[in-house]
């Protein structure tokens, strides 16, 4: 697909970029086979191929309007059309500069600029926590789809952190920022498994929020900044050898931090930090396999349970690191089983999506829960704070994390 660039964007950085992928696509349109919005809504223009032909006209100098901000909205930014591709075009980086391209000739109504905002300076701020109390303590008079978003605190889970001097290895946590807030317990869980297998997991003071969300909200400036700030907290120990990689327990955060080097690439006093932080940056998924041999003596037994497994979009597409979780905890004698059918499609949760986009993230959650259902387990593991939230706002059966489940196996020290 050939693309004439207006003059506006010709030798920029977006239209170059832009222009480049969609190059590569060659309309095939295998990529709606797997788009959820595709499947849901059955128009060409709410799935990947209708969606770069809006963004080619925008950067050809066609009038955009407000009916194509709504379809490129309406994208979840799953990146299922990515993994289909057989042309290996990088939709999701097309989307952003879509939507930047969009949103910077479009005005959106004053509503949705408003929840924007709130969005992204809310959910990232240090005032989360005493938000999210505040909304604890308020629960009964909350309405029921501001409760069904705000989980019950747990009760805490102290796990002695293993000492350093007997450490092997040290490693640094990404902080986050809605997850110590709402799911606390899937970080002290994290520590403990990792502390099990002789890994001291330390988190880096002033890092915080890993910037998706802020990206999510086509808040780039915002997101940028975020990333700034963990490079400056991260630096010192990874810079001086005194940590050897940083752990994400989030798949959605560990995308955003794998791709610093990407996002900064054209900041010459952050890129080649960004590039050395994205290389250290890891999953916890991934360090499961080296994990086993000291996790499996500490099991003394798998637990008598069945577990569905959802694994979300930034782990299966985003990351490709589909089957891990699956794989090794089933090494450790879990009876860990994915959906049944269309185990690659996404829950609807896709960072705020679910927030902007009730009515659509809600279908996909049910779509998706119908197909967990069919198992039969009694829990639903997960790899990312906002799919075990959006999950669990529409069943009664636990959505827990996978550390969760895996730390509580685990014999007491």
């Known amino acids: 697909m050939r693309t004439q660039l207006s003059k506006a964007l010709q030798g920029t950085p977006d239209g170059e970029a832009a222009d480049a992928i969609i190059g ?29 032909y809006l963004v080619k006209q925008a950067l050809e100098g066609a009038a955009v309007t407000r009916t194509t901000q709504l379809h490129l909205d309406r994208c979840l930014g799953c990146l299922n059309c990515e993994t289909t591709c057989p042309s290996g075009v990088e939709y999701g980086r097309l989307l952003d500069i879509g939507r930047r391209l969009v949103d910077a000739k479009v005005a959106r109504p004053w509503r949705e ?12 701020s240090r005032w989360f926590a005493s938000a999210a ?6 629960r009964p008079l909350l309405p029921q789809s501001l409760r069904d978003r705000l989980p019950v605190r747990p009760a805490a889970r102290p796990r002695p952190a293993a000492r350093r001097q007997a450490a092997s290895r040290r490693v640094l946590l990404l902080a986050g920022c809605v997850q110590p807030a709402l799911l606390p317990n899937i970080d002290r869980a994290t520590q403990g ?3 099990a297998a002789g890994i001291d997991a330390e988190y880096a003071a002033g890092a915080g929020c890993c910037g998706a969300l802020r990206k999510h909200l086509n808040d780039g400036d915002g997101a940028l900044a975020d990333m700034r700030r963990n490079i400056d907290a991260w630096w010192p120990p990874l810079a001086a050898g005194a940590v050897d990689a940083i752990v994400v327990n989030a798949s959605g955060c560990a995308v955003t931090v794998k791709d610093y080097a990407h996002a900064l690439a054209g900041d010459p006093a952050y890129a080649a930090k960004a590039a050395a932080v994205s290389a250290a940056a890891r999953d916890l998924s991934e360090l499961l ?23 979300p979009c930034t782990l299966q597409h985003g990351q490709r690191l589909a089957g891990g979780v699956e794989t090794h905890l089933g090494a450790l004698g879990f009876d860990i089983r994915p959906a049944p059918y269309d185990a690659n499609l996404c829950c609807g949760s896709a960072g705020s999506y679910s927030l902007l986009q009730p009515g659509l993230a809600g279908e996909l959650r049910d779509a998706k829960l119908r197909a967990l259902g069919e198992i039969g387990a009694n829990c639903i593991l997960s790899a990312n704070i906002g799919c075990i939230l959006h999950l669990q706002a529409g069943t009664a059966t636990p959505v827990r994390h996978w550390v969760e489940a895996l730390e509580e196996a685990l014999a007491p020290v």
């Open 133 to 138: 109390a505040l909304g604890r303590a308020l």
């Open 113 to 124: 600029r408003l929840l924007r905002r709130l969005l992204a300076q809310g959910l990232p």
């Open 289 to 311: 396999p080296e994990l086993l041999p000291a996790l499996r003596a500490r099991l003394p037994a798998p637990p008598a349970t069945t577990f569905a497994y959802h694994a």
């Open 193 to 195: 498994v990792l502390a």
């Open 24 to 52: 590569k696509c060659v309309h095939c349109g295998l990529c709606n086979a797997t788009c959820p919005t595709y499947r849901l809504l059955g128009d060409e223009l709410d799935g990947p191929r209708g969606r770069i």
